[in-house]
């Protein structure tokens, strides 16, 4: 592998940068990577297995950075960009990995210095796991990382970061900002919501009847809990800015709900069937 970078700075030390970390390194995609997180625990830990340079301050990880990536929740990239906006060398790049576009696009595009390309991007690649210690080269691998580039990009800082993101075994596209928050909405957002819900449900159920339901859950269930058992934080964050697809996608689906409802309750199996056929072939042209 070439290097692409000669320094690249990771700015929150969890999942997804140490996943990059691991990976950039394995790859000798770059010189030098530095990083930094707001938490002395996670530097502490960031340091103890070796992830990167780790630094006790943004300004000093972002020094002569060709490229920053912003790996914080959603919530935080502001305070963040506000912090490192002075430190950033001229001609650096700065995408972020957040799982919603617009709103990051509206809180770092405001404070880019004159000369600092800034390359929205998100790796549609996760586990429930968070921290430093969660990161593992391959999370990328065949992978599809979205860049929702903005008009004035320049093209060849875009071509750079897209070697380095299919360096890393990532699949890249292009898509705008609204357009990527509302299929996110659909893919990863409200299903996201609906298994914290029913997890949320056979909670409740257990804690007003006293039944233990959880220990024998199924297949199924067990799948909504993995799901349910995501970063509470980067949740949040993402439910909060990316508040209209989200609604928009949660009344489609609890339209569709009815519909099912309704025909359960009818005893209507042919249009079940129908509905559960349609959906069986979605997933098997998927895999
Ligand atoms: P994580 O919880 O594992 O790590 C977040 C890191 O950010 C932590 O090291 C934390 O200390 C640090 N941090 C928080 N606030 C900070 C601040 N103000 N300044 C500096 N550091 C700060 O999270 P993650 O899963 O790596 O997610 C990071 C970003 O990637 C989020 O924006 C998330 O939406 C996005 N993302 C996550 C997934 C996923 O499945 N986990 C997938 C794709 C994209």
Redesign the pocket.
Known sequence: MTQVYDKVAL???????GSMAHAIRDGGLAGRVTG????QA?RDTAREIGLCEVCDTAALAVAGADLVVL????G?MA??MAEIAPHLAPGATITD???VKQSVIDAVAPCLPAGVHFIPG??L???EH???R?GFASLFRNRWWLLTPLPDTDPEALARLDRLITAMGAKTDRMDAPHHDLVLAVTSHAPHLIAYTMVGVADHLRRVSGEEVIQYSAAGFRDFTRIAAS?P??WRD?FLHNKEATLDILGRFTEELFVLQRAIRMGDGQQLHDYFTRTRAIRRGII
């Open positions: 700015i929150g030390l969890g999942l997804i940068a930094y997180a707001r938490s996670t790996a914080v929740p959603v935080a305070e963040v990995v957040g799982s998100h790796p690649a996760g586990t968070s921290g430093p969660a970063d934080t980067m993402v």
